[in-house]
């Protein structure tokens, strides 16, 4: 079992940054775990953003966040991070941090296939 908590979410100006934390905790090795992060808007589905393998550290993103955001973890700190820069008014949503046991890189963008969740942080993003 993971329990995660999301933190680092807010209201920014376009153009702005933010840097999203989700720990980690409970009876299990942090690092045997595969992170994601997923976002949804009001009256949309949740759609994937950014992943982070268990072993090797390969990321992966979505389209629309390429180049703007970055995914990382700190094994250490049980954390993951989402950094994100450049941000625009249709990054607005609640992101959501999930955790998946170890993972093949082809899992890691279908929500259905993580079994853990936080409870979400709300970032808006003002034009």
């Known amino acids: 079992q993971v329990q995660l908590v999301e933190s680092g979410g807010g209201l920014v100006q376009a153009g702005g940054s933010l840097r999203l934390s989700c720990a980690a905790s409970?009876?299990?090795?942090?690092?045997?775990?595969?992170l994601g992060w997923f976002r949804q808007a009001p009256g949309k589905e949740r759609e994937f953003v950014a992943a982070?393998?268990?072993?090797?550290?390969?990321?992966y993103y979505a389209d629309s966040v390429k180049g703007r955001f970055t995914i990382s973890r700190d094994n250490a700190k049980n954390t993951v991070y989402l950094q994100m820069n450049s941000l625009k008014p249709e990054d607005t949503a609640v992101y959501y941090c999930?955790?998946?046991?170890?993972?093949?890189?082809?899992?890691?963008?279908?929500?259905?296939?993580?079994?853990?969740w936080g409870q979400g942080t709300q970032v808006t993003v003002s034009s």
């Open positions: 409970g009876r299990t090795t942090f690092s045997d775990y595969s």
């Open positions: 982070i393998r268990w072993t090797g550290g390969s990321t």
């Open positions: 999930a955790a998946l046991w170890r993972g093949d890189s082809g899992n890691l963008y279908y929500k259905g296939r993580y079994p853990y």
